[in-house]
Structures are given as C-alpha cells and as structure tokens.
C-alpha cells in the first residue's frame, strides 16, 4: 500500500497496522500499534461505521483513513475524529506532504530539485541532512546493479581507488557500514526520489550524465 511505504519513509519503525477488514481490526491489540492505516470501504460495513469503530478501538492511537470517496459528511467526521483522511486520487508527492504534517515529521525533504546545486543527486534518505553527490550517487547505482569496483571504475571512467572512495563516503549519508546496507538504504532512496520526481528526474544517476 502507497500510505504504508509513505509512512516507512517518514518514520522508520513506527509500528503501523494496516487493515482490510473488521474482523482484522478487531483482531489487533490496540495497545501495541502505534498507527492504524484504514481504507473507509471494509467488507460488510459504511464507512461511518469504519470510522467510529477504529477511532473508539484505537483512541490513543495515530488513525490514517484512505479512501477513494468524495463525501463532505465523511470527511468532517474523520476530521472529527482527531484521524488524517488521504484520498486515493492524490499524487504521491501530495500524500508525503499530509502525512508528514500530520505526523509532524519532515524526514522526507519535497524540495530537492529546487535546492540541489550541480553537484548533489536527488538521492537522499530520509533524515539524512545530505544527498548524495553525483559521482557517489553514479557509483551507488552501479554497485546496486552487482557490478564490481573495477568494472564501475571502467564504467564510469575512474581509478578503483576513487570508486572505493566514493562508497565509503556514501556510507555516511546513507546511514550504513557497510556495502550491503548501503545498497539497501540506496535502493529505498533511490524509489522514493522516483516517486516524488519521475524517473526521468534520475537520469543524473547515469554514466556521463554530469
């Protein structure tokens, strides 16, 4: 679900339960979820019904509803309800910024393209205060396709040294110690700066793109 993957971004670990029906709603011990993410539109139940059951259930829980409704009704009792409604017709980069708001969070910086300067990459983890530059981000996406730091040096037309190099200070900014992590916490990156700016955005990542 696009709301769950938003949520990881923002808040990494927070204990979020998504539900797909009443009966896994009432299954849930209110007590160990930090945030329930609903859709309005459960099997066998309206979506007032929805609403008043996970706000009573988990009242001292966060309370995301996601739907692809368009009623003035619903809305004013989900903002009633002390919950953030999301509509399933909104753009992602729209979604990050109600959910960030609503979380009072902004580990996700919406505003890369416009701050970057030519050396910095669109590759950022969240909560990370830096991109990554090109050359680490260029070096990252060949490590992330398996490829080795001699053939990224013949690639992208530098020494094994520097390729080594750029790894380890990509560590750093990606929050890592080691290649593995790196590629994990690149891979995440990576996805959401495609989401938020299209992967047309990335062809900076490319060899001889700079």
């Known amino acids: ?116 300067n030519e050396f910095q990459s669109l590759i950022q983890m969240p909560g990370s205060p830096k991109p990554l530059t090109i050359k680490q981000a260029q070096v990252m996406e060949q490590v992330s396709l398996g490829r080795t730091g001699k053939e990224i040096a013949k690639i992208l037309g530098m020494s094994p040294d520097t390729v080594n190099a750029h790894i380890k200070e990509a560590f750093g900014r990606l929050g890592v110690q080691n290649r593995g992590e790196a590629v994990s916490n690149y891979s995440v990156a990576r996805k959401l700066a495609a989401r938020l700016h299209g992967e047309a955005a990335l062809a900076h990542l490319q060899p001889n793109a700079d």
């Not at 339960?17 to 009432?26: F, G, H, I, P, Y």
């Not at 160990?32 to 139940?45: G, I």
């Not at 368009?70 to 002390?82: L, P």
């Not at 910024?97 to 996700?108: A, G, I, M, N, P």
């Open 1 to 116: 679900m696009v709301v769950e993957e938003i949520i990881a971004a923002v808040v990494p670990g927070l204990n979020t339960r998504v539900v797909d029906s009443v009966e896994q709603l009432q299954e849930i011990e209110p007590a160990d979820v930090d945030l329930v993410v609903s859709d309005l539109v459960l099997p066998n139940s309206k979506p007032a019904e929805v609403i008043e059951l996970v706000s009573e259930r988990f009242s001292r829980s966060l309370r995301i509803f996601f739907t692809a409704l368009g009623d003035s009704k619903i809305e004013r009792q989900v903002a009633n309800s002390g919950a953030l409604l999301l509509s399933k017709s909104q753009h992602y980069k729209e979604l990050m910024v109600q959910v960030q708001s609503f979380l009072k969070r902004d580990s996700v910086n919406l505003n890369s393209i416009s701050q970057r």
